[in-house]
């Protein structure tokens, strides 16, 4: 009974420490806030400036120098291994910001949550980042996204979405996000043109597709868009497995042996694969074992980077078949920000591989910088300040690591409708590089760029 | 018969709710400690007023109401389910169909005195009619059986997107507002901050209130279903359904209404999710959900009311004080001084090359993820629990309350 007495006791003391800590960190908060706001000629006066401080809310702290930002990652879900450079991409440019003087002194700090692309953390984690960040760097997935767009627009909150899906670019179905490079629909059709051209040149006839696809706004947006396409450029569709693709539950196995058959059978030349990277490659292992040798390609998450590993049993096939999209520039690009980039990682994360998502992290960061620094000037730091100073921002440009956006005017004026398009390299991968070729830089089809947008390609329902 | 807590002459005083006077002083407090909580008024519980700290307990309140209905089944009656997410599913878009406003989707608008019952009804329903398979097997065999309806589920879900919005796509569920028909506007609302009754409340507060009064009532209805016939052909089925069957108790019957009746609570605890979560997916009415109601039940002290709330406190709370804990090693290792930042340290990751058994940045190196860490965690309680205390946090607590009854003279 004596030792286990201790045991309570210490368990008591350590609830009490915890709950003491945490109080505590609630009364500076908001202490920092109150003389800030009150006081504006406070002691702690960024340097640079002479102006008046913003005015601030919730998550900037003139007393730490600190301007918090909140992220709603996938780090260990079916997008993890994609999400993590991406998170790795913010936390460089952040810091290369914070060194060259932050915002006028202030610097960022992210506050990372791990989702694991379940909707119920998600919503769970902007409960308890929304009192604390003044905007969030990405929110990943789009039901997910999607289940916290009511309480963005309720709580005047700005979020970058890491999520293709074409109803970001709607005003009707979103205010306070701020969406980037072609939405699934336009990416699809932007792909279909460009290998339905190259295939005629090369062989004198159109080609024959099959369209294959994972259910919900991302599979469905990017199948709806294919299928636009092949009716647009004439193409037969010969075999149609649109959101049939069931992305296995944890614990069990992905049987790809229907779409195998349907593809196989079907003799398509263009395969139209979007699914997640781990289907996939199942769907992509099964047809090459049968000796199917069409073209192959999918909206840009279904590639893994992975696929042309040194030890993976796809890499000869997939690098033969396999022709990329992608919303930013690959590591290897001649951009001027990706060589950028590729600096600043060498001084800051001199271990790190190279990686093609780093740029998204990149083009994320630099959204919301441009609409934090926006805000500040505005003199207007709080949340609903940065959200207003990002819905004025024009021409937010990249360095060519992604195409200039525009969150100004008429949806369908400022509609993303720019694809790059890359080829697998196992030798460069080989070389230290992150194995992929541009073979088309930014381009925009004849498809996309008659497109009328009234709305998401896909509604994603009630 | 002051002074003698424990001599009964009555049966009725032997079966009463809260039998002694301590137990009647202890519950009162609890009560206005939880309904104190969104005031402020306790010193040194002030942050779980801060409204995330308040949906984290709002979200114990709903597992609560979801794990004593597994309790009932599995505790009392002795039916190991895995299936219990299925049947919260179930609730959740019955809840969807009746509730939500009428448009792509299935949704009918009807007000949440309609909806929310009407969960737990179509839940009961479904449970009467899968459980003449369940209940002609036991243990391991009614285990795979259960888990073929998380599976089934599975696919029905994902199969029927006018009421579930279809896979990885989801739908919107009713929000908490009281209406009494379908008029405009509610006459009140739990998803808007403003005054009740005088007192400003924001929309977290009066959500946790209302929560707070349906998981009394429903401990309420689990302790008299305990306490009464029911509950007692329940427990003589539990500890050996051969027995209780010679005696005169319908096994098949009892073995029935114990699933219907989880199967209620089941129903609407996975509306009232989907209600406080807004968006879900098919997908989220998986094996794990399923075991987390597990864990509840078995971390709690299988068979106890009071162990199942404790259960459902530690469950969904610990991963947030886990959570929490890290992120302040992490900020106190990035400061660098002193002996806590060096023990951290060791235990956290901080940098892909840094190593750790927390990685604060999941994927870039080694080291578990926080969440990883909390499922390890929840597998080695409910092994620990299983072995060295099956009462569960129940059984510590009645250890406790024991030690200090015969306080000073423990020996």
């Known amino acids: ?462 | 018969m002051r002074g003698r807590p424990l001599l009964f002459t009555k049966y009725t005083a032997d079966q009463a709710l809260l039998p002694t006077g301590t137990k009647k002083v202890m519950a009162a407090i609890f009560v206005a400690l939880l309904v104190s909580i969104p005031f402020d008024l306790i010193p040194g519980l002030g942050f779980l007023a801060a409204n995330d700290w308040l949906k984290t307990l709002t979200r114990v309140f709903i597992f609560a109401i979801g794990a004593l209905g597994l309790n009932i089944l599995t505790g009392l009656a002795g039916q190991v389910s895995l299936g219990h997410a299925f049947f919260m599913g179930i609730g959740a878009y019955a809840a969807a169909v009746l509730g939500a406003a009428p448009g792509a989707l299935w949704g009918l608008g009807l007000p949440i005195w309609i909806w929310l019952p009407a969960a737990g009804l179509v839940a009961a329903l479904v449970g009467v009619i899968v459980a003449p398979t369940a209940v002609r097997v036991r243990g391991l065999y009614l285990g795979i059986v259960t888990l073929a309806l998380v599976v089934i589920g599975g696919w029905l879900f994902r199969n029927t997107e006018s009421a579930t919005g279809g896979s990885q796509a989801g739908r919107n569920f009713p929000p908490f507002e009281l209406r009494l028909w379908q008029e405009e506007k509610p006459f009140l609302s739990f998803a808007e901050d403003g005054p009740w009754f005088g007192i400003d409340l924001s929309a977290e507060a009066k959500t946790y209130f209302f929560l707070l009064v349906l998981v009394a009532v429903f401990t309420l209805v689990a302790k008299n279903i305990q306490r009464t016939r029911v509950g007692r052909a329940f427990q003589a089925i539990r500890d050996r359904d051969v027995a209780a069957e010679i005696m005169g108790v319908d096994e098949f019957r009892y073995k029935m209404l114990a699933f219907a009746i989880s199967s209620f609570f089941a129903g609407v605890a996975g509306a009232l999710l989907a209600s406080f979560v807004g968006r879900m997916i098919p997908e989220s009415w998986d094996l794990a959900l399923s075991v987390q109601l597990i864990a509840i039940v078995l971390i709690g002290g299988a068979g106890t009311v009071s162990g199942t709330l404790m259960g459902a406190g530690f469950v969904v709370i610990v991963p947030r004080f886990v959570q929490e804990l890290t992120d302040l090693l992490k900020e106190t290792i990035e400061e660098g001084e002193g002996v806590l930042a060096r023990i951290g340290d060791v235990f956290i990751a901080t940098s892909g090359s840094d190593g750790g058994i927390i990685n604060t940045l999941p994927g870039s190196g080694p080291g578990l993820s926080v969440f990883q860490l909390n499922l390890v965690l929840f597998g080695l309680l409910i092994i620990a629990f299983l072995i060295f205390e099956p009462l569960g946090l129940y059984g510590i607590w009645l250890r406790i309350r024991n030690y200090w009854k015969g306080w000073p003279f423990t020996y």
């Not at chain 1, 042309?308 to 590591?331: L, N």
Request: glycine fraction near 12%; hydrophobic fraction near 40%; include cysteine.
């Open chain 1, 1 to 462: 009974m004596r030792k286990n007495r201790a045991v309570y006791l210490l368990l008591a003391l350590a609830l009490v420490a915890a709950a003491c800590g945490d109080s505590a960190g609630d009364t500076t908060t908001t202490a920092a806030v109150a003389t800030t706001t009150t006081a504006p000629a406070a002691t702690t006066a960024p340097p640079e400036t002479t102006m008046a401080l913003p005015a601030v809310d919730i998550g900037v702290d003139f007393e730490a120098g600190k301007i918090y930002v909140g992220m709603l990652s996938d780090l260990t879900g079916p997008f993890g291994p994609l999400v993590t450079p991406i998170v790795d991409g913010h936390s460089v440019y952040w810091e290369n910001v914070n060194a060259n003087g932050g915002i006028n002194g202030l610097e960022v700090e992210l506050v990372v949550k791990d989702t694991q692309y379940i909707p119920d953390n998600h919503v769970q984690f902007y409960g308890e980042l929304k009192e604390e960040v003044v905007a969030f760097g990405h929110s990943t997935g789009s039901p997910h996204t999607m289940a916290i767009r009511e309480a963005l627009e309720a709580d005047g909150i700005l979020a970058v979405p890491l999520t293709w899906y074409s109803g970001w670019s709607d005003p009707a179905l979103n205010s306070n996000l701020v969406p980037h490079g072609a939405p699934y629909c336009i990416e699809a059709m932007n792909v279909l043109e460009y290998l339905s051209k190259k295939f005629e040149a090369d062989n004198g006839a159109k080609p024959s597709l099959a369209i294959v696809s994972v259910p919900g706004d991302y599979g469905l947006d990017s199948a709806i868009g294919a299928a636009l396409a092949a009716a647009a450029l004439g193409l037969e569709v010969v075999y149609d497995g649109t959101g049939k693709v069931i992305p296995p539950a944890a614990g069990t196995t992905f049987d790809p042996t229907e779409f195998v058959t349907g593809i196989v059978g079907s003799q398509a030349d263009i395969a139209f694969v979007t699914a997640t990277p781990g289907t996939f490659s199942g769907i992509y292992g099964g047809s090459l074992a049968q000796g199917f040798e069409g073209i192959w390609s999918g909206a840009a998450p279904s590639w893994n980077p992975a696929f042309i590993g040194p030890d993976s049993p796809i890499r000869g096939g997939i690098a033969r078949d396999f022709w990329g999209s992608a919303y930013i520039s690959p590591w290897s690009s001649d951009a001027p920000g990706m060589k950028e980039l590729r600096d600043l990682f060498a001084e800051l994360r001199p271990d790190a591989p190279a990686h093609d998502y780093y740029g998204e992290g990149f083009v994320e960061a630099s959204i919301l910088h441009a609409a934090l620094q926006k805000a500040y000037d505005n003199g207007d730091l709080t949340q609903a300040g940065v959200v207003a100073a990002a819905k004025s921002l024009e021409n937010v440009d990249f360095g060519g690591i992604g195409p200039a956006e525009t969150y100004v005017g008429e949806p369908n004026d400022r509609l993303q409708r720019q694809s790059l398009m890359f080829r697998p390299d196992p030798a460069d991968l080989d070389a230290g590089g992150s194995g992929t070729t541009v073979v088309e830089d930014f381009f925009t089809s004849d498809i996309a760029a008659a497109y009328e947008f009234t709305g998401a390609c896909y509604k994603l329902e009630g």
